[in-house]
């Protein structure tokens, strides 16, 4: 069965770090644009970082600086290195992929189930 699994979140003070993982399984060929997203309570879900097949990385302005997205393709994980954390990223944080599947196929737009992550000040 085809799933994103996160893991890596947890309460942590303002200041402090957390690293995100994000793997897939289950019958995947491969990964290919793979991102992090978030929402807090009463907001919209928001790009965080994403980064492509070809090693390109977006960020969030707010994020810039602080936060780093990178990628196991062997491992088919994303990870996301979240630095100097503010109480403002407190969020459910979700994986969203691109994937290969076991078809050869492409499969668009994936998500896991969330992690959340809580920032106190």
């Known amino acids: 069965q085809l799933q994103l699994v996160e893991s890596g979140g947890g309460l942590v003070q303002a200041g402090g770090s957390l690293r995100l993982s994000c793997a897939a399984s289950?019958?995947?060929?491969?990964?290919?644009?793979m991102g992090w997203y978030r929402q807090a309570p009463g907001k919209q879900r928001e790009l965080v970082a994403r980064?492509?097949?070809?090693?390109?990385?977006n960020y969030a302005d707010s994020v810039k600086g602080r936060f780093t997205i990178s990628r196991d393709n062997a491992k088919k994980t994303v990870y996301l290195q979240m630095n100097a954390l503010k109480p403002e990223d407190t969020a459910v944080y979700y994986c969203?992929?691109?994937?290969?599947?076991?078809?050869?196929?492409?499969?668009?737009?994936?998500w896991g189930q969330g992690t959340q992550v809580t920032v106190s000040s």
């Open positions: 980064t492509t097949n070809g090693g390109s990385r």
């Open positions: 969203n992929a691109d994937l290969v599947l076991s078809t050869g196929r492409w499969g668009y737009d994936y």
């Open positions: 289950g019958g995947i060929l491969s990964i290919g644009g």
